[in-house]
C-alpha cells in the first residue's frame, strides 16, 4: 500500500549549520503534508505544513519543500541549535483522509 | 493556541485491570480526535479516529473491545484500555483537529506500563 518513508534514519549536523531532512512519498493523490517535531518522552509538535498547490513554505527557521514530480518532500531547518535535536516525522495525507506517519528521522546536534 | 491535553501522563497497573485515557483539547472545538500507539522508536500508529457524538472507527487489526473510545463532549475523548495486559504497554497519544481543518495537534502522550 501506500507508505511514506525517509531517506536517512539518523542526521547529525554540527550546531550553526543547516539541517535537511528528506521524505518520500508514494501517493500521488495526497494533497497535504505536515513535518512534527518529537522529543524523547513528549508527544509530537507542530512543525509546518503544505498544501499541493505549493512547492515551498517557510516558517521561522524552517523551510518545507515539495517535489510532487518525484514525490518528495523536506524540511530544512536553518542554523541548527541543540534544542532542535529530536525525532522528525513527515507525514501525508489526502483530504478527508487520515495522516499516513513516516518512520522518523533522528536529528543530533553536535555542539 | 491548539493545545491539547492528556491525562494521566504516566500510569502503572496491573494486569486484568482497567485504565482510561483522557484527551482534551483546551482552547478549540475538535469534533474528531484520533488516538495513535507509538513502540520505542517507531512511528506512530493509528488506533481509532473519534468523532463526536458518534462511534468511533477503529483501524485494522485493533479489538474495538479492548480499547474503549468515547468523545461525548467537542473538547473530550477518552480511551480505555480494558483488562490490560503486559502486551499494551505502550505510549499512548492523542491528537485534535478543528472542524474544517486538516492539521492535528498532539497531546504529550501517557505512558502505560501493565505488570
Known amino acids: 500500500g501506500e507508505s511514506v518513508g525517509l531517506h536517512l534514519p539518523t542526521l547529525s549536523v554540527q550546531e550553526g549549520d543547516n539541517s535537511i531532512i528528506n521524505c518520500a512519498y508514494s501517493?500521488?493523490?495526497?494533497?497535504?503534508f505536515i513535518w512534527y517535531k518529537q522529543e524523547s518522552g513528549k508527544g509530537p509538535q507542530f512543525i509546518i505544513d503544505?498544501?499541493?498547490?505549493?512547492d515551498k513554505r517557510q516558517g521561522q527557521r524552517v523551510t518545507v519543500l515539495l517535489n510532487k514530480t518525484v514525490k518528495h518532500l523536506s524540511l530544512q531547518i536553518a542554523a541548527t541549535q541543540p534544542g532542535d535535536s529530536a525525532v522528525y516525522f513527515c507525514?501525508?495525507?489526502?483530504?478527508?483522509?487520515?495522516?499516513?506517519f513516516g518512520p522518523g528521522t533522528r536529528l543530533s546536534v553536535l555542539p | 493556541g491548539a493545545v491539547v491535553s492528556q491525562h494521566p501522563s504516566r500510569v502503572i497497573c496491573k494486569s486484568g485491570t482497567s485504565v482510561k485515557i483522557e484527551c482534551r483539547s483546551l482552547d478549540f472545538q475538535a469534533t474528531t480526535m484520533f488516538w495513535y500507539r507509538q513502540f520505542p522508536k517507531k512511528s506512530l500508529m493509528l488506533m481509532a479516529t473519534?468523532?463526536?457524538?458518534?462511534?468511533?472507527?477503529?483501524e485494522q487489526g485493533v479489538e474495538k473491545d479492548k480499547f474503549l473510545i468515547n468523545h461525548a463532549s467537542l473538547t473530550l475523548s477518552t480511551l480505555t484500555v480494558t483488562s490490560a495486559h503486559p502486551e499494551d504497554s505502550s505510549f499512548y497519544i492523542c491528537s485534535a483537529r478543528e472542524p474544517g481543518r486538516e492539521t492535528q495537534y498532539f497531546g504529550p502522550g501517557t505512558r502505560l506500563l501493565v505488570l
Open positions: 503544505i498544501r499541493s498547490n505549493m
Open positions: 507525514a501525508e495525507a489526502r483530504y478527508g483522509q487520515n495522516f499516513v
Open positions: 473519534s468523532n463526536e457524538g458518534s462511534k468511533a472507527t477503529y
Open positions: 501517493n500521488s493523490a495526497s494533497d497535504y
